[in-house]
């Protein structure tokens, strides 16, 4: 990969530019407002502090706050924009505050305003989207690159390496790689150098070479513990990277400590007292609601079910909950022969599955066979949205052969999930069904937010009808 002349002032003078973008995007709104207020009665000057100094001190305290000089190498720019889009709000809302209480509002344009926010927002998008869009550009083209070291067994090698050339925008380049275990000569991919040796080589490597950082997954193998490894590592001067070969992409791999004890989490819900209260007040008060305006529909459906074929209009099944406790289950019956729930294996229903009945179908199409799991709500066995609860032998399988699957238990199960509405419901022909859909549970543990259910929810209103639900 060719390297370009800007790679390394890019990286000399990285920081540089980050402080140059704080003084800049105060400077540039302050011009646009007084540009926009050019026409207007007094640029607020009934307030105690003119609003050309109120908006740069206002973006100076803000903008930084909100992470927007941060580098953004290793995340998404969606993140970026979501950040922007939210600070700038928060300028707006602080300068408007502002001009009610001096009582200057009415000295402002409202056209001029809103033009004025709108560029604001513009130039912010501009100069921070699109400069770290051109820069992801620039690196995949060899410019502004990171060389790396690798130290680790052939298959961790090869993972990495194939990370690297999918991400090429990130800008790494493995220069070198060593491993603890002999490897033959042509035991390398096309993204992967030959391996240069074992240990004393990777010393003499860095002893004669310049590199970026050294990046290890090793841990212990014919002897060599990690003792000696920090030992060796800690003897750089460089960056040292620790990439686990054994990392799963659902865990969290944030850093705590208990005392001087670093550790590091790999599951687990971090929702507080606060936030678990906060859910089950919006679970409550939204089902509560639903229930009321929907029991004309569940009368409905219920007389519907008995007279399609003979059984009883509910099926209750053992399902685990949170911290893996069972429930029972509340759903409309819609098969004609019920399965056993202590049966060995439980069948998943499939397209043109003969047990299902033809009022059955319909309601498995548009998800009205879920809805007495409100009344589930209600009793606090499950939550509107969170992972949808298995059958307990398909808990017990997929448990053995997915790692972290009964991490999805750490939080209550849901009527509706991020899984079901990213299209991974129904059932599940292959292990790597399943394993998007756990996935997408961990997903959704990790981030949860209010915000993130209420988004679920609408999504779910807009696809009640399933092809996948059979």
Known sequence: MKRSPWGGLLRLHGQDIARLQRLLDPLVLTLLFLGFDSGSRGLGREAWLPFWILVPLTAILILPRAGLYSSYRHRSLRVLIRRITTSWLFVLS????????????????????????????????????????????????????????????????EAFAEQIASNTWMGYQIIAWFSPAPTRPDQHSQNLPSCSGGLRELRDWLNSHDVDRLLFSHVTRDGLGMDQMVQLFGDCSIPIVYAPHWAHPTMRFTVDSIGTQPCIDLWGSEQSLLDRQLKRSFDLVLTGIGVVLIAPLLLVIAIAVKLSSPGPVFYMQDRYGLDGKRFKCFKFRSMRVLDSADQAVVKQATADDPRITPVGAFLRRWSLDELPQLFNVLRGDMSLVGPRPHAVQHNELYRRVIPGYMQRHACKPGITGLAQVSGWRGETRVLSDMENRIYADLTYQREWSLKLDIKILIKTFLRLRSGNAY
């Open 94 to 157: 602080l300068l408007l505050t502002a001009a009610f209480l001096s009582k200057s509002s009415a000295s402002f344009s409202r056209l001029d305003s809103s033009l004025w926010a709108f560029s604001g927002w513009l130039w912010l998008l501009s100069t921070h989207v699109l400069l770290r869009k051109w820069l992801r550009w620039h690196r995949s083209q060899g410019g502004n690159s990171r060389t790396i070291v690798y130290w680790g067994l052939p298959d961790a090698a």
